[in-house]
């Protein structure tokens, strides 16, 4: 499926999502650009890379692009809840963990899957931790996306 470009998609909530520069202190001259730290206001994404504006809206970009997926993916009736993806081995697994997880989903607590990325609908942070740990014992996700998921959410 082909999707506009996210600033173009009236999926996209813009409003919540707006990149913020901080630099790094210090004399930055002989790097020949102003080394800086970015981060969305959504509060999902943040680089703390030392590099300049242009390596950051890249990245910035990719985020956007996940925000995008996931507002054509995650129903509306959870629009109100942080959602996070968690990849999965392959598409297969990403189904079973959808299919097996074994605790029934709310209004605050939702799974959805797209190809081999699952979504993870939540209002209270140890959903998506649970959910990740549940998974990788059983060997749908890997270690590094496992995580990767305890790191940002937990």
């Given at each position: 499926?082909?999707?506009?470009?996210?600033?173009?998609?009236p999926?996209?909530?813009?409003?919540?999502?707006?990149?913020?520069?901080?630099?790094?202190?210090?004399?930055?001259?002989?790097?020949?650009?102003?080394?800086?730290?970015?981060?969305?206001?959504?509060?999902?994404?943040?680089?703390?890379?030392?590099?300049?504006?242009?390596?950051?809206?890249?990245?910035?970009?990719?985020?956007?692009?996940?925000?995008q997926?996931?507002a054509?993916?995650?129903?509306?009736?959870?629009?109100?809840?942080?959602?996070?993806?968690?990849?999965?081995?392959?598409?297969d697994?990403?189904?079973?963990?959808?299919?097996?997880?074994?605790?029934?989903?709310?209004?605050?607590?939702?799974?959805?899957?797209?190809?081999?990325?699952?979504?993870i609908?939540?209002?209270?942070?140890?959903?998506?931790?649970?959910?990740?740990?549940w998974?990788?014992?059983?060997?749908?996700?890997?270690?590094?996306?496992?995580?990767?998921?305890?790191?940002?959410?937990?």
């Amino acid at each position: 499926m082909s999707m506009p470009n996210y600033t173009q998609d009236p999926l996209v909530r813009l409003d919540r999502h707006r990149i913020e520069f901080t630099p790094y202190p210090g004399d930055h001259t002989a790097l020949g650009f102003v080394a800086t730290r970015a981060s969305c206001s959504c509060g999902t994404w943040a680089s703390n890379r030392p590099w300049g504006r242009g390596d950051h809206l890249r990245a910035f970009g990719r985020h956007m692009s996940d925000v995008q997926v996931i507002a054509h993916t995650v129903p509306s009736a959870y629009d109100r809840l942080a959602v996070v993806p968690l990849r999965c081995v392959d598409a297969d697994h990403a189904r079973a963990v959808v299919r097996d997880w074994p605790e029934p989903q709310d209004a605050e607590h939702g799974l959805f899957r797209r190809e081999e990325t699952v979504f993870i609908a939540y209002r209270d942070s140890e959903f998506p931790c649970s959910v990740a740990v549940w998974a990788h014992l059983r060997g749908h996700v890997s270690d590094i996306f496992a995580g990767r998921m305890l790191r940002d959410v937990g």
